[in-house]
């Protein structure tokens, strides 16, 4: 086979748990009310996975679907990348999914970038297909943000949500990735946060370790707010110019679904309507690296977004991180 420097995005596929919990029932956990909730989010329910539930078959799901869109076999795969945050395991979960669908063949990471996760994932994967190291890779973005929240929080927990999504990119003659550009700023770390707390523990004569725990997500909303309404329309301006396509021919804004005040507010600043926004954040809240892939992945099936649609996607969030990935949609 010739070697293709090109690519395409050629299957989507996505998982929720079944169990989900509205305003009005988090309304009876703290303060708050599903006006307060939807006037300044959006978000009017979010699904939460139940303690017997994974990541990795939560991941399993989404994948075996996005490989059913693609009609590709899991044995097919050479790589699978997993963005999460929140891995079954610290060591990383890939290597189950690995494992649980049957990709024998294919090398399995995790990459953590938080909400950016699935961008960044994006445009690792697209770097070994372009070099010709791999032809058939799959992208996993899921996260179980519910097991890191601080439910008691009205201020963070009212946001989060759990979900998968997946996609399969494939080595293609035309290239359907069109553009990108990826940032980072740890100086704004403590904006968000799901941090490690050692607390020390002497072993011998002078030697310490830190033992501890994960401490449930710290958030300075205001400063999130203002950093992805600031950040995100530059990033994708940064992608178009390099892609040397304008504003008008992006069919669809796809943004991380943390907010939609953030959502109109970007698509304000780059002047994209509103019809060209998809958003799903209503259904499931903020599902960090799951977002982009579980709101592209409902578009496709309900037939809104249709191939060789050119789609702006962007993602945003704890690092603090955020990045652009321009691409046309299937084939
Ligand atoms: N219900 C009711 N009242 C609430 C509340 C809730 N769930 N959460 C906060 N409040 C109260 C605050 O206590 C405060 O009251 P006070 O003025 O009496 O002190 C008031 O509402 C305003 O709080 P503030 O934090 O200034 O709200 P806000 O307008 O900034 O909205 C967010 C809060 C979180 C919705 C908003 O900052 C936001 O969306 N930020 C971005 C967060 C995000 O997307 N993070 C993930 C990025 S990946």
Redesign the pocket.
Known sequence: MPQLSGLAIIGSGSAVPPAYLDNAGLSQL????DE??ST??GIRQRHLAAPEESLCSLAAEAARRALEMAALNAIDLDLIILATSTADDLFGSASKIQAEIGATKAVAFDLTA??SGFVFGMVTAAQYIRTGAYQNVLLIGADILSRWTDWSD??TC??FGDGAGAIVMQAAESDQFLGFELRSDGSQNDC?TLAFQPQPQPLTQGISVGQGNFQPIQ?N??E??RF?VKKVPEVIEKALFRASLTVEQVDWLLL?Q??Q??LDAVAERLGIPEHKVVSNMGNYG?TDAASIPLALDQYVRSGQIQPGDVIAAAG???GLSWGSALFRWGR
């Open positions: 703290v303060d708050t009310s307060w909730i300044r989010t938080a909400c009205r201020r009212i946001l968000l958030m909303g205001q999130v707010y992805a991380h943390a907010n005040r953030i903020n945003f969030g704890a």
